[in-house]
């Protein structure tokens, strides 16, 4: 494996780097915020991070670089899976927000490959300019890592599907106009099928949502409810009854999770670069417990491991192959690895890892945040056993227990 740019790639991230370095707003360049960043000033009732927001995105549409890897009869880029990693790698290094999301990365690859003529003019222009926000709503309180159990019935009814049930975990879908959303409509069929692909307006009467706060005080997910909520047949993606093969479709894209990677590597240097101050060397236990050193340099190894796998993830999609165990084997290693990460950190910090604010905080509490944000982290996006279960069955040909 050659980790060198090639010529053709050197320049295209030479092209990159300097399009961020004129182009990213003062706002997001600065370390202290994150990748969701944009959209929280997408929805902030402050007017410049509004305008800040919207300048942005105007850089990265002129560019069809909103959405990298569409096609660009579509608004998109057109560029290469190798071209994509790159410019989505220059962007984490210089921790440039995400504009978008789901429905840049998954949603609207699916409207385009198995959406209608008047889906593909109704939602895709509007997803690239950053008009309109998306969800999913695809995990229910008895469906979750077993998706195929979902209960959420639509049933036929003329031109509308009528659709009741509950959806759990939706992110963001209190900032959300529209969700994709996956409903049983045949009952009686095995239970990989009979479910259908919709999208639904979120204004539509009948959808509530109901925030769900975390243990780290942060509102990101929630429930979703559908009482009775009348959707056009029109606005299914895909035959009816085929809706899960549109769901495969829709997590198949952008798998490198080249961001994450970076952050990994970012999220450790922080730690570091905070050993070295005067209120990092007051409030560690580094220098007297060779033990909690040792664990470090762990950390560190891990987070060039999950580098050097994106990297063949990526050199996969490059040749034409679609990752399936290795994508796996990547998603586990990046989550378990930040899991590990904030763990150490605590340990690093003794008793003042308890205090999430003020001036007895460590690194200004970011490390308990992280500690307690990372709970989640093995279970979102397909739980460690799931991704452990295609790793065993797929990747090592074990039988099914």
Known sequence: MDWNDNPVQAAFR???????ERELPARYRSDQLGPEAWGEDRHSDDPQRQEYSRQWVRALVARGWIAPGWPKEYG???????????????????????????????????IIIHGSDDLKKEHLSRILTGETNWCQGFSEPGAGSDLASLTTRAVRDGDEYVVNGQKIWTSNAHHAEWIALLVRTDPDAPKHRGISFLLVDMK???????????????HHFNETFFEDVRVPVKNRVGEENRGWYVSV??????????RQAVSARRHFTEIADYLKTEDGQKKSRH????????????????????????LRVVSMQARGIVPNYEASMLQLSIFETNQRTARSEARLYG???????????A?????????????????????????RNVIATRGLGLPRG
Do not use: C
């Open 14 to 20: 030479k092209e990159a780097s300097d399009f961020i």
């Open 76 to 110: 998109g880029g057109g560029l290469t899976s190798m071209e994509q990693f790159i410019l989505n790698h220059e962007l984490a290094k210089h921790n440039a927000p995400m504009v978008g999301g789901q429905e840049i990365s998954q949603i609207g690859p699916a």
């Open 204 to 218: 539509t009467p009948g959808v509530s949502v109901r925030p769900l706060v975390n243990m780290a005080w942060d």
């Open 249 to 258: 479709t829709l997590m198949d894209f952008e798998r490198s999770r080249i």
């Open 287 to 310: 220098k007297e417990l060779t033990s909690l050193r040792l664990e470090m340099a762990d950390r560190f190894i891990e987070t060039e491991i999950a580098f050097n796998m994106a």
């Open 351 to 361: 008793m003042y890892s308890n205090i999430w604010s003020g001036p007895l905080a």
């Open 363 to 387: 690194r200004d509490g970011e490390g308990i945040h992280g500690y307690v944000s990372s709970v989640s982290s093995t279970i979102a996006g397909g739980s460690a056993e799931i991704q």
